[in-house]
Structure formats: C-alpha cells, structure tokens
C-alpha cells in the first residue's frame, strides 16, 4: 500500500512539475517562435562554454532524463494499479453471480420437489384433478423460468471470467514492462 501511494505522490510532483513548466511557456506574449530562437540562440552560445564548465549542465540533464523516467515509471505503476483494481472489481462481481447462481439452483431444486409432490397426489388420485394438473403446470413454469435466470446467470458468469483472464494477461505484460526498466 506504501509503494501504492508513493508512486501516486511521485507521480503528482511530477505532473505538478511538467505542468508548471509547460505553463510558463504559454505566457501571454512569448511565442512559440521567439521561444524556438530563443533556444537556438541559447544552444548557440552553450556551445562556446568551455567544456570544464558543463559539469553541473550535464548533471541537470542527467536528473532530467532520471526524472523522466521515473515518471514514466510511476505512469506505468499506477495504470498498472488500476488494472489490478478493476481486476479485483471484476472478481467481486463474479463472486456475486457465483452467489446468485447457488441461490437459483436452490430455488430450483425447491421448485423440483413442489412438482414431484404434486405428481405423486395427482398420481395417487388425491385432491382434485384438474388443480393438480394446474398447480404442477404452474410449478413447471416456474421452474422454466428459474432456469432461464440460471443460464443468464452463467453467461454472465463466463463473460466475467474471461474478462478477468485477458486482464490477468495484460497485468503480467504491464508488470514485465515495469521490470525491465
């Protein structure tokens, strides 16, 4: 969780940073041009700095580069957190329609045993025959219709699943990426 929320810090600063940059060169009167001579101009006149005074250049552009690559980083670690959370969403849900497909089936099987009943007073020639035959044809029906909620169940259930594989897929592809940097 520490590492979690230091990437996040680390990955602000540096947004915090990169937009404090970019916005002082969207000052109201200074071009895009005056800033590209500007530039020019400056590498220019570098090039004349004796090379005994372009230590401390060098070490800026070193933690530059160093500090572009940790936010790159910590773009990565945290794209890489959100995949893992909805990952987790993904595998809540699927526990939900695990839970609401063992519910189903008790209903069911409830459903089973109502009919069976019915069959054997209808078949014993008890109660009144055509309320048997109702009330099993009524038992029928709703067993169709549980069964129905079942496999909309289990195809929800399926497509959940293989959500979760493809970002299981992408997690280990996006964990290697991180890796090797």
Sequence with gaps: MQRILFTI???LIVFAFIG??????KMPGVSKISSSKKKESDDGLYRKVPASMRAD???????LKRAKANASLAEKKLRLAEMKKEREILENKYAKYNTNLAEVLVKKADIRVAIK???AIDNSNLGNKEDNINRIAS?????LSVESDAIE???DMDTTQL??????K??????KKIKKK
């Design 117 to 119: 009943k019915m069959e």
């Design 163 to 168: 959500r979760i594989k493809a970002l299981t």
């Design 9 to 11: 810090l680390a990955f």
């Design 57 to 63: 250049v060098k070490e800026a552009e070193f933690d």
């Design 170 to 175: 992408q997690i280990k592809a996006h964990e």
């Design 153 to 155: 169940i289990k195809a």
């Design 139 to 143: 038992l029928k029906t709703k067993k």
């Design 20 to 25: 404090g940059c970019s916005t002082v060169q």
